[in-house]
């Protein structure tokens, strides 16, 4: 099935670094959601983008809806040891007529750890 | 607060037993949807569901099934386990289409 290609796979940072993660698709997306899920929990909505060109922040995180609707990414300024997790790009392809399927993809997960 | 609630967090089953998965929500949500997430894979999609009594067959169906008989109520069945299904499984529910998905805790089943 449709998936996206998420980058790094991994990341190891000094705490007070910035951190930027991707996601591309050869499929055009009407949506794009980030996701983070801590050790043992299921995943939680971060930030939600829904135009294309569409920059938002929500505190020290901040993701950009790609142009070509085929891509987006999520920065994280001045990391702390609590954004240690996994993080998910997730959205809704669509198929050549523009129309969505519904189905909600992901990627397959950025780990990050943030050293003290 | 969107509440997705999965009836366990940890289970154990023996290989060939029947297997039920549980999962609820409390804010009148029309889809749920089904994953299972393993290391390096993200999170595949099993089942989906668009309302009450309807379903559909997500990326990796083989091996389970599923059951909407109520709004709030989705359940996730594996017929035979096997060893293969260890992982870890995930429930979402989300008003309508193109909207963002709430999740549910985890259950992670051990077949053995």
């Known amino acids: 099935g449709q998936q996206l290609n998420q980058s790094p796979q991994s990341m190891f940072i000094q705490e007070g670094e910035d951190v930027s993660m991707n996601c591309t698709s050869s499929?055009?997306?009407?949506?794009w959601l980030w996701y983070k899920q801590d050790p043992g929990e299921g995943p939680v909505l971060l930030i939600a983008l829904y135009k294309a060109g569409e920059l938002t922040s929500n505190g020290r995180l901040t993701a950009q809806f790609g142009i070509t609707r085929k891509d987006s990414f999520l920065n994280i300024s001045a990391s702390i040891p609590s954004d240690v997790g996994i993080y998910f790009c997730a959205g809704y392809p669509t198929n050549a007529g523009g129309t969505s399927y519904g189905k909600l993809t992901f990627g397959q997960g950025t780990i990050l750890t943030v050293h003290p | 607060d969107v509440k997705v609630t999965q009836s366990s967090r940890y289970l154990v089953k023996r290989t060939g037993e029947k297997v039920f998965l549980e999962c609820v929500q409390d804010m009148d949500h029309e889809n749920m949807f089904w994953y299972r997430q393993d290391p390096g894979l993200g999170l595949r999609l099993i089942y989906f569901s668009y309302d009450v009594k309807m379903k559909e067959k997500g990326d990796i169906p083989e091996g389970y099934s599923v059951s909407r008989e109520k709004k709030e109520r989705f359940s996730l069945i594996l017929e035979s386990a096997s060893t293969n299904q260890t992982s870890m499984y995930l429930c979402?529910?989300?008003?309508?289409?193109?909207?963002?998905?709430?999740f549910g805790q985890g259950t992670r089943l051990t077949v053995v």
């Open positions: 499929s055009i997306f009407n949506t």
């Open positions: 979402a529910s989300r008003k309508k289409m193109n909207t963002e998905a709430f």
